[in-house]
């Protein structure tokens, strides 16, 4: 019966194929698509630079293969952030483009010669992420040899009130004709070839962080491909290893005229809260990741600590994070779920670089377009998730069995003090004793614990052999604080200072009530 119903459909199917035709009218592409690729598309404002930046890189790439800049260290990319007169502007020394190519590919959307190659824009809309947030975006550019300056001026007020207007009738084209203009100027102090992205009048977003030059920086350092800071141990051996499978193109980016270009923000040391800070340790840890078909789809590091906690999004560092093309994809939660526990993710420093053309990102970037080759790259980096998820337990399961051993060790050290004192009664004395016995069976106990490593347990075994040796001395022939007085008035003080012991709200109280009782009997 099932496959008589199928029969049936298929003839159905059939029947209604030889009915269908071609469309003979003209596709319209209206005005609000512009809104979908500049505003709806880019929803953080600081996601521009990213795309710019991305750009950049491209060009600069394009110009080292063409033997117009030396090598990737020549490529630069100034952006220079004006506040006062809400003015950014982004000029890169890349190959630029030419007149004939200027006018064709800049009123272009969705129509990237990217594709299909190794750039890492491809979808020809991330010029657009600026219409958004100023009120007037230009381009201009000259390539080599060239004497003009090629410009494009979007008028974004303009822009937005045809978006607004319901009774625009006009379709893309004719939004274009009506807000942008083109134009050519000498070149007469221009660099020989550039690109520049300038945002005027930029629109106040939020906490205006778009022209906040440290929030730019601190952005830039995460998500551009900048190079590690040449402080930083590990920075040599990441390059080197990466080196064989991604371009790293390594932009110089200075931020108004700092002497200093952008650096990735990984240092030797960081800090997980105002009072503890950890460090790197051990050997760089670089690992590969097999495609569908066993060649190599992507590759990462991991940079192992001691995991003393979650380290703090100020850092820029935390999370396992994933790039493509060398600039970061999503934000530091995007593998969230690799872990046994999500918030080991806040714990980690990783970074794994897609290289399997099959894992693309999608239009916003934070996020990669979801088929089976990118299930095969996480369902494969989950065994990493899980590895650090270990080494974040144990290491807290460590720092709560030393806590532990401190606790204990401070209860020894309390008491030891009323051994040497000699002023309560034989039964608390022998009750202390006891105690401290207690605590060194527990400290020898939890010394033991497999979780700890051998460098550790040497050091809580020679602090065990030393709490040890101090509450063993023979605190008997000390002298006694009441031997002045009769033995009768001895047993009672004792007693008193039994009681003493035994009820204050810390061993720290009686002590010292204890203490000042001898010192005032001393006096009399």
Not at 38 to 47: A, F, G, H
Not at 290 to 299: H, K, M, Q, R, T
Not at 408 to 420: N, Q
Not at 467 to 494: A, C, G, H, T
């Amino acid at each position: 019966m099932r496959n008589m119903t199928s029969l049936k459909e298929r003839k159905e199917l059939l029947r209604v194929s030889n009915k269908s035709y071609k469309t003979k009218k003209p596709i319209i592409i209206g005005k609000d698509i512009l809104e979908l690729l500049s505003s709806s598309m880019y929803v953080d404002p600081l996601t521009i630079y990213r795309e710019y930046l991305q750009n950049s890189a491209d060009s600069i790439d394009e110009g080292v293969k063409g033997g117009l800049l030396k090598n990737e260290e020549e490529g630069r990319v100034d952006i220079n952030i004006d506040p006062s007169n809400r003015i950014v502007k982004i000029r890169d020394n890349g190959i630029g483009l030419a007149k004939k190519d200027f006018e064709k590919r800049m009123t272009a959307f969705g129509a990237s010669k990217k594709r299909n190659t190794n750039a890492r824009g491809f979808r020809g809309v991330g010029r657009l992420a600026g219409i958004a947030y100023c009120r007037e975006l230009i381009f201009r550019t000259k390539s080599k040899g060239e004497n003009q300056v090629h410009q494009i001026s979007w008028d974004c007020q303009i822009l937005k009130s045809i978006l607004m207007d319901p009774n625009y009738k006009g379709d893309l084209t004719d939004v274009v004709n009506d807000a942008v203009s083109i134009s050519s100027i000498k070149a007469d102090n221009s660099p020989e070839h550039f690109f520049e992205v300038e945002l005027k009048f930029i629109v106040k977003h939020k906490k205006d962080n778009l022209l906040n030059p440290e929030i730019v920086e601190h952005y830039i350092a995460q998500v551009a491909p900048v190079p590690f800071s040449p402080s930083f141990s590990y920075a040599e051996k990441i390059n080197v290893y990466l080196k064989d499978y991604i371009s790293m193109a390594n932009l110089n980016v200075y931020i108004d005229d700092h002497m200093a270009p952008v650096y990735r923000l990984h240092k030797d040391q960081f800090n997980i809260s105002e009072t503890i800070q950890d460090s790197f340790k051990g050997e760089l840890e670089c690992f590969s990741i097999p495609n569908y078909s066993g060649e190599v789809g992507a590759v990462g590091w991991i940079l192992h600590h001691n995991y003393l906690g979650a380290i703090p999004p100020k850092t820029g560092i935390k999370g396992f994070r994933v790039r493509s093309g060398n600039i970061q994809v999503g934000d530091d939660n995007l593998l969230d779920e690799l872990f046994t526990e999500t918030r080991f993710n806040s714990w980690t420093v990783a970074e794994v670089h897609v290289i399997d053309e099959n894992i693309k990102p999608n239009g916003r970037r934070d996020n990669f377009d979801q088929n089976i080759h990118f299930l095969n790259f996480t369902n494969q980096l989950h065994v990493k998730g899980r590895e650090i998820s270990k080494n974040c337990r144990n290491s807290s399961i460590l720092r709560n069995r030393i806590k532990e051993f401190e606790i204990e060790e401070g209860r020894i050290l309390e008491k030891i003090p009323f051994l040497k004192q000699q002023s309560l009664p034989k039964y608390s004395n022998v009750e202390i004793k006891n105690n401290i016995k207690d605590s060194l069976q527990k400290l020898q106990k939890l010394t033991n614990s497999d979780i700890i490593q051998d460098e550790d347990k040497n050091r809580l075994l020679n602090r065990i052999k030393n709490v040890q040796k101090e509450s063993d001395f023979d605190f008997s022939s000390n002298n006694d604080p009441l031997e002045k007085l009769s033995k009768q008035k001895k047993n009672i003080y004792r007693e008193v200072f039994g009681l003493v012991y035994e009820l204050s709200p810390t061993q720290l109280a009686a002590k010292t009530l204890i203490d000042k009782i001898l010192s005032r009997l001393s006096s009399i």
